[in-house]
């Protein structure tokens, strides 16, 4: 089981940058899908998530209104698109997997077992 991020970089404040995370060797169907991210010197936090089945997405206030959670079970692929990017964003933004997740547990990271290696993005001001 693997989760590949990519899409980070350097980008200007109030630009936009398009995160994926893709899976290997899972169903992925099942899978509630999240982007975390840590900034130097804090703690990991929750950004966005997607459900499996009718695809609820969710949002940490922070972001909500500017970055776009999506995905393709064909592809096996989440997408982060981020927009209007802010300098408080920069961090590195890491994918999580778990099946079946209950609702309450979304923004949770220990519930989440499956982790991507983590994509750096670094805003600008």
């Known amino acids: 089981v693997q989760l590949q991020a990519s899409g980070g970089g350097l980008v200007q404040a109030g630009g936009s940058r398009r995160l994926s995370c893709s899976a290997s060797?899972?169903?992925?169907?099942?899978?509630?899908v999240a982007w975390f991210r840590q900034a130097p010197g804090k703690e990991r936090d929750f950004v966005s998530a997607?459900?499996?089945?009718?695809?609820?997405?969710y949002y940490d206030d922070f972001v909500k209104g500017r970055f776009t959670i999506s995905r393709d079970n064909d592809k096996k692929t989440v997408y982060l698109q981020m927009n209007s990017l802010q300098p408080e964003d920069t961090a590195v933004y890491y994918c999580?997997?778990?099946?079946?997740?209950?609702?309450?547990?979304?923004?949770?990271?220990?519930?989440?077992?499956?982790w991507g290696q983590g994509t750096q993005v670094t805003v600008s001001s």
């Open positions: 999580a997997a778990a099946s079946f997740l209950h609702d309450h547990h979304y923004s949770t990271e220990r519930y989440y077992n499956f």
């Open positions: 997607v459900k499996y089945g009718v695809g609820t997405t």
């Open positions: 060797g899972r169903a992925f169907i099942n899978d509630t």
